[in-house]
């Protein structure tokens, strides 16, 4: 285990913070392990004259937080392959990390009025209001704690009609850069940085997350990484048409069978990432390839951001389909 250029979450947190007190690092405490926090790890190895690879594996952590303190597992990596998939997918849907990525929030761009949250569920499509009802009836509470003296307004809009809904979202944003303005945009980040409306989100995704399975059987793929490579095509893509099945299925043929299994798998899912690629929209072809190639082959980068599955997202190649 190791965190590197490209981790996030609350380990990388923590390795910030502890720079920091060793006055090492001057940046934010963020969670994302990016060029500042590479070059405050690699002063630390020169200082303690360790491999200066700004990487922090098992003796540059014991060396952070002494032997007492082992490295530990991304905390990501005990939560269900369902709520990794939604996390590694939302992280490309909002070119954000966990646990940001589950309270992504965009305006009027699109005409959906308002989306928020991993996969950007929206007012147009009546995709959201599923999600704030179920938050609301479970946890009334907590609605009323985050949105304080706004509570009311968000129900009202909420029990109008379709038409009133994109009203009120547009009327909370800036038109021109369909920006939602505060408080309501800090008001819904912090719903959902939220725990309980994080497992709303997961639960609206399980229906993606079992056809994604179902998919894996279909085309013979068993792992983590293959659920997580489904999962993002049903997000980005929708389906995959019979002619790239046939297109796939001929292309599996053509493989070494002689290979181990974990080549032999990542060399499909290689196979299916390129054929989904190929046959999206040619302005899209290649960004949705990069996508699907980073799942494939277990890391890469997209948009200029860094993507390891196994040490940010806990997903690997243990099997998990039957």
């Known amino acids: 285990m190791d965190y590197r250029r490209g981790a996030k979450g609350d380990e990388v947190s923590r390795i910030q913070t502890r720079l920091r007190e060793l006055n090492l690092y001057g940046g934010p405490i963020d ?40 490295i ?37 761009f699109d005409g959906q009025g308002m989306s928020f949250g ?4 929206n007012l147009g499509q009546g995709t959201l209001q599923p999600l704030l009802n179920s938050m609301d009836r479970a946890h009334p509470e907590v609605v009323d704690n985050i949105f304080g003296p706004h509570a009311g307004e968000l129900r009202a809009m909420l029990s109008s009609s379709h038409e009133d809904q994109l009203s009120w979202a547009r009327s909370i944003q800036d038109g021109r850069r369909f920006i939602i303005a505060e408080p309501w945009r800090g008001l819904f980040k912090t719903l959902g940085r939220r725990e309980e409306f994080q497992d709303i989100e997961v639960d609206a995704a399980r229906q993606i997350y079992q056809d994604a399975v179902t998919w ?44 181990d299994a974990d080549a032999l798998e990542v060399a499909r899912l290689r196979v299916i990432a390129n054929r989904r690629a190929e046959a999206a929209n040619p302005r899209w072809v290649e960004d949705v390839r990069a996508r699907k190639l980073t799942i494939a082959n277990g890391a890469g980068k997209i948009h200029g951001a860094n993507y390891d599955l196994e040490s940010q997202y806990g997903i690997s190649l243990r099997p998990v389909v039957s």
């Open 31 to 70: 969670g994302d392990f990016g060029g500042g926090t590479e070059s405050a790890v690699r002063a630390f190895q020169r200082a303690h004259r360790l491999a200066a690879d700004a990487i922090v594996g098992p003796t540059t952590w014991e060396a952070l937080f002494g032997a007492a303190v082992p």
């Open 72 to 108: 530990p597992i991304p905390a990501i990596a005990a939560k269900p392959l369902v709520y990794r998939n939604l996390a590694l997918t939302g992280a490309f849907e909002t070119e954000a990390p966990v646990p940001e990525c589950f309270a992504g929030l965009a305006g009027d």
């Open 118 to 121: 991993a996969l950007q569920w």
């Open 216 to 259: 894996c059987r279909t085309y013979g793929v068993k792992t983590e990484r293959a659920v997580a490579l489904m999962f993002d095509i049903r997000v980005q893509n929708g389906s995959i048409a019979s002619t790239t099945r046939a297109q796939i299925e001929r292309d599996f043929a053509a493989l070494d069978p002689g290979v």
